[in-house]
């Protein structure tokens, strides 16, 4: 790295009001009826509001030609952040300091209008993003290529497949040139061969040795492209160093129940003579990692003042997607090896559950766990943990599912009852 | 301070520093003119949608001032036999269409600019005056035509322009910047207010009559002259007609406009500011 700086955030905050990210709803009337009641109010200026705080006390420093992922959880503050460092919202306090053109992709097609054509919509896009004519030019055959619509270039873009119109307010977007390149997630949309090369077009911005901010849920690309990480949690910075690690702190956390992996503050049903205390998932590795399809071993610690023979007892876990589907049961009537071995349970016993993988899509997913003895309900914790299932290249071509394509996976092959081939 | 900067580039300065609001920002012309490209692209664009997927396309810049024009000229003309200087009525009436039509079609839009392109004004950034001031650009196209069109009529009438066209530009440039100064204030405005939308078109009907569109500027006493200069738009319409037509005398009505105009222009460019940087928190 040169080691100039980039970007300099310092003590950067935003503070919504509560009630919404927005400001009161002002009407004329308002102002000129509170005018009409106090007449000197409005000189005066009105009470600091109690407020949420988006983004707070977050400081870095980003030097020239790094690839600075930013990771978190859907709140934890990233796109507020991307809005500051893209000047479209102001911070409420703190400063950011840019030593490069900016440029900045929140959103795939801005400013695309379905009446104009493909041609019309490069130059309008390209210049909304802030590429002047000349260089649009420059680079139009360029972009129709990549965007793959050459024919279509005259067409208005309402009359586009929504795959074409993805492709090619991509390939406006990924031919722009700034210094610094602010990437929200908008690798989410198109399909797989095209984020694909998506990635790839990314992948050369970042060789060229310009610096990029790129904010994804999609680990497998964070990796990829980042060189560093920032996780933000709760508006603050949690983690900052190099993307490995970023990444294993924000899946390490992934994994939660509060911060530990204690049960005890969770609702527990049942009679309680046995009880779950701790519950982990580890990967092959012994990492609190869970990706698509990568073994792993669920291990739950008891509580109880008694002794049990397992064959009397039986466990469950349940895992649900997070709108309450119940995609799979592991049960220990289903497998009967824990059963039959009469293991004695007493307190602090840790039982395992073993799988081969979880052929899931990357997502989050709810845990439910279970046991009853001779059948009556002893513990039952109900869809209060969650666990995020990272992506993995699950069937090693690197094309996975898109989301309509359904959540799960399982290795295939296709082939054909007569083998005669094409001969070249 | 936990400030850990590098020594190497304490000297070199930031090419631009984001931070809190301020109560007053600098005008920043230049990135304006950086800028300049795209206003011209949304000008276009907004050109080429207005008259897409319309039957008579860009024959509707010059019908809705004339069939105005005939309109005005039965009613006020013929009808209500208002004086019109010696200028048949209709070409009196035209020239000050004219600019009242860029006035009012270019505040439209402006006002309502900023609300209609939220959804690109909250995902990239760019001088957000542009917005406004593109809707002050997209009626010029529709007036260029309308120009010609007064140009034939006064072939038709037998009228010849005096030496006083030279000055056109001046009253053109005085026209844009009344319907700028005017449309960053509504613009603004709407943005915190969203009432102004609907007090724009009403706004608009009122001030017509308050301007020398249907009669002369020449029926207002003399002793009024000055107030009546304080709606700017009677220093350009009256200017317009000595202008194209060489009828009346500029007084000192069109000297107090072109001092409000400045008035408003720079307040309105300073409030707008202001606004601008609450924009994306508020729409």
């Known amino acids: 790295m040169s080691g100039k700086i980039a970007i300099r955030v310092s003590h950067l905050g935003k503070k919504y009001r509560l009630g919404g990210p927005q400001e009161p709803y002002h009407t004329f009337r308002d102002v000129i009826s509170n005018s009409l009641k106090a007449p000197m109010k409005i000189l005066h200026k009105p009470p600091q509001v109690e407020g949420f705080w988006a983004v707070k006390d977050v400081s870095f420093e980003i030097e020239e030609g790094e690839v600075v992922g930013i990771i978190g959880r859907n709140g934890a503050g990233k796109s507020t952040l991307l809005k500051i460092l893209s000047r479209i919202t102001k911070p409420t306090e703190g400063k950011v300091e840019l030593y490069g053109r900016v440029g900045s992709l929140l959103e795939v097609g801005t400013g695309f209008h379905p009446e104009l054509t493909g041609r019309e919509n490069?130059?309008?896009?390209?210049?909304?993003?802030g590429m002047q004519k000349r260089e649009i030019e420059e680079k139009f055959d360029e972009i129709v290529k990549f965007a793959d619509i050459e024919k279509f270039i005259d067409t208005p873009v309402k009359r586009y497949s929504s795959g074409m119109y993805v492709r090619l307010a991509f390939a406006v977007a990924a031919h722009m040139e700034p210094e610094i390149l602010i990437v929200d997630e908008v690798l989410a949309v198109g399909d797989a061969s095209f984020q694909k090369k998506c990635l790839g077009k990314m992948g050369d911005v970042a060789k060229q040795g310009r610096t990029v901010i790129f904010v994804s849920h999609n680990m497998a690309a964070v990796q990829n492209l980042c060189d560093l990480g920032i996780v933000l949690e709760n508006g603050s910075i949690a983690y900052n160093g190099n993307i490995e690690n970023a990444v294993r702190y924000y899946l390490g956390k992934s994994f939660h129940i509060g911060h530990s992996n204690d049960l005890n503050a969770l609702h527990h049903e049942g009679t309680q003579r046995i009880r779950f205390k701790k519950f982990e998932i580890k990967n092959s590795d012994g990492e609190t990692i869970i990706s698509s399809g990568s073994p792993l071993v669920f291990y739950l610690t008891l509580e109880t003042k008694e002794k049990f023979d397992s064959s009397n007892v039986n466990f469950g876990i349940g895992i649900n997607n997070l709108v309450d589907d119940r995609l799979v049961t592991l049960f220990t009537k289903f497998d009967h090896s824990y059963l039959n071995n009469s293991f004695i349970i007493e307190n602090n016993t840790q039982i395992t559950c073993s799988i081969?993988?979880?052929?899931?899509?990357?997502?989050?997913?709810?845990?439910?766990?279970?046991?009853?003895?001779?059948?009556?309900?002893?513990?039952?914790?109900?869809?209060?943990?969650?666990?995020?299932?990272?992506?993995?290249?699950?069937?090693?071509?690197?094309?996975?599912?898109?989301?309509?394509?359904?959540?799960?996976l399982i290795v295939h092959r296709w082939d054909q009852e007569t083998n005669n081939k094409f001969e070249n | 301070?936990?400030?850990?900067?590098?020594?190497?580039?304490?000297?070199?300065?930031?090419?631009?520093?984001?931070?809190?609001?301020?109560?007053?920002?600098?005008?920043?012309?230049?990135?304006?003119?950086?800028?300049?490209?795209?206003?011209?692209?949304?000008?276009?664009?907004?050109?080429?949608?207005?008259?897409?997927?319309?039957?008579?396309?860009?024959?509707?810049?010059?019908?809705?001032?004339?069939?105005?024009?005939?309109?005005?000229?039965?009613?006020?003309?013929?009808?209500?036999?208002?004086?019109?200087?010696?200028?048949?009525?209709?070409?009196?009436?035209?020239?000050?269409?004219?600019?009242?039509t860029l006035f009012a079609e270019g505040l439209n839009r402006s006002t309502t600019s900023m609300v209609t392109n939220s959804n690109i004004m909250?995902?990239?950034?760019?001088?957000?005056?542009?917005?406004?001031?593109?809707g002050i650009m997209s009626p010029i196209i529709d007036f260029a035509i309308c120009l010609?069109?007064?140009?034939?009529?006064?072939?038709?009438?037998?009228?010849?322009?005096?030496?006083?066209?030279?000055?056109?530009?001046?009253?053109?440039?005085?026209?844009?910047?009344?319907?700028?100064?005017?449309?960053?204030?509504?613009?603004?405005?709407?943005?915190?207010?969203?009432?102004?939308?609907?007090t724009v078109p009403f706004l608009i009907q009122i001030w017509m009559f308050l301007s020398p569109v249907v009669y002369a500027s020449s029926i207002i006493p003399d002793s009024y002259r000055f107030l009546y200069g304080l709606n700017p738009m009677a220093g350009v319409i009256e200017g317009f007609r000595w202008a194209l037509l060489g009828v009346g005398v500029p007084s000192i009505t069109v000297l107090v406009s072109v001092c409000m105009v400045i008035i408003l222009l720079v307040s309105g460019m300073f409030y707008f500011r202001r606004i601008e940087q609450y924009y994306a928190d508020i729409v």
């Open chain 1, 122 to 129: 490069i130059f309008l896009s390209g210049s909304i993003l």
């Open chain 1, 356 to 408: 081969n993988g979880l052929p899931l899509i990357s997502n989050s997913y709810k845990i439910t766990l279970y046991v009853d003895i001779d059948g009556e309900l002893s513990d039952h914790l109900v869809n209060q943990i969650q666990i995020e299932i990272s992506e993995n290249d699950f069937y090693g071509t690197g094309n996975l599912p898109s989301s309509n394509q359904g959540p799960v």
């Open chain 2, 1 to 100: 301070m936990n400030d850990n900067c590098n020594i190497s580039d304490k000297n070199t300065k930031p090419l631009l520093t984001i931070e809190p609001p301020k109560k007053w920002l600098p005008l920043d012309i230049h990135e304006l003119w950086n800028y300049r490209e795209l206003i011209l692209t949304f000008t276009m664009r907004d050109i080429k949608l207005r008259y897409k997927q319309t039957g008579l396309g860009i024959a509707w810049a010059v019908l809705q001032p004339l069939l105005t024009m005939l309109i005005f000229s039965i009613v006020f003309g013929r009808l209500a036999k208002l004086p019109s200087d010696g200028v048949p009525y209709p070409l009196f009436i035209l020239a000050a269409l004219l600019p009242w």
């Open chain 2, 122 to 134: 909250t995902k990239v950034y760019f001088p957000r005056m542009i917005m406004p001031l593109s």
């Open chain 2, 148 to 198: 010609i069109v007064l140009f034939i009529m006064m072939v038709y009438y037998g009228f010849a322009p005096t030496i006083n066209i030279i000055f056109f530009p001046l009253f053109l440039i005085l026209a844009i910047a009344t319907s700028l100064s005017v449309g960053l204030w509504l613009s603004a405005l709407n943005v915190k207010y969203r009432d102004f939308q609907f």
